[in-house]
């Protein structure tokens, strides 16, 4: 089992609409998360951190934490174009400061 | 969010020269630095810790003696892949952490061709 999994995708949504996006961990213990936006050829920016159950909004980017079935998800409404990226999951854990990674999602936003 | 540069951020080299990469924090003070590889339409690859004024951390299955990592300040890292071969060809990607947050803020990346 992976330490941080997400679907591949590519996650298709048409313009307007919301994407939802899913990422499971592993490690119980893990404290901190956060979701990154890569698009191809660049390297990635932090979109958003979480670190306590429940949701966190930022714009039109929410991130939602539940550690008990321990999945962090991220929605992201009223999709445009430039939207389309793949997009990391990041799970820190509880002893040391490095940052594990899911091997993210690719997101398809239509026109 | 803080900013972080590196330079180059292409470089093309011959097989068996060394090439180094620089990961600056611009606008805050870093004490551990990250570097990661990745390849085409893979998921980051933690290489090593690296730790300011102390001897970097690297992961399982990383030369150290072929990825040497420098931390000599708080705002400047360096990477030098020594003799280079085709294989490492990659994506690679510093990161650092501002110290105030758990949050890792990325550099633009390297992009390294061996020829």
């Known amino acids: 089992q992976k330490e941080v999994e997400q679907n591949s995708g590519p996650l298709s949504v048409p313009e307007g609409a919301i994407a939802s996006l899913n990422c499971t961990y592993s490690?119980?213990?893990?404290?901190?998360f956060f979701w990154y936006r890569q698009y191809s050829g660049k390297s990635p920016e932090l979109i958003m951190s979480?670190?306590?159950?429940g949701d966190k909004e930022d714009g039109r980017f929410t991130a939602q934490l539940n550690k008990a079935s321990q999945y962090v998800s991220l929605l992201i409404r009223d999709s445009q174009p430039s939207d389309s990226a793949t997009y990391l999951c990041?799970?820190?854990?509880?002893?040391?400061?490095?940052?594990?990674f899911g091997g993210g999602t690719r997101v398809l936003v239509k026109p | 969010g803080a900013v972080v540069s590196q330079h180059p951020s292409r470089v093309i080299c011959k097989s068996g020269t060394s090439v180094k990469i620089e990961c600056r924090s611009l606008?805050?003070?870093?004490?551990?630095m990250f570097w990661y590889r990745q390849f085409p339409k893979k998921s980051l690859m933690l290489m090593a810790t690296?730790?300011?004024?102390?001897?970097?951390?690297?992961e399982q299955g990383v030369e150290k003696d072929k990825f040497l990592i420098n931390h000599a300040s708080l705002t400047l890292s360096t990477l030098t892949v020594t003799s280079a071969h085709p294989e490492d060809s990659s994506f690679y990607i510093c990161?650092?952490?501002?110290?105030?947050?758990?949050?890792?803020?990325f550099g633009p990346g390297t992009r390294l061709t061996v020829t």
């Open positions: 990161s650092a952490g501002s110290g105030t947050s758990y949050e890792q803020y």
């Open positions: 490690d119980r213990v893990s404290q901190s």
């Open positions: 979480i670190y306590s159950n």
């Open positions: 990041a799970v820190l854990k509880a002893a040391g400061n490095k940052l594990t």
């Open positions: 606008d805050f003070q870093a004490t551990t």
């Open positions: 690296s730790n300011e004024g102390s001897k970097a951390t690297y």
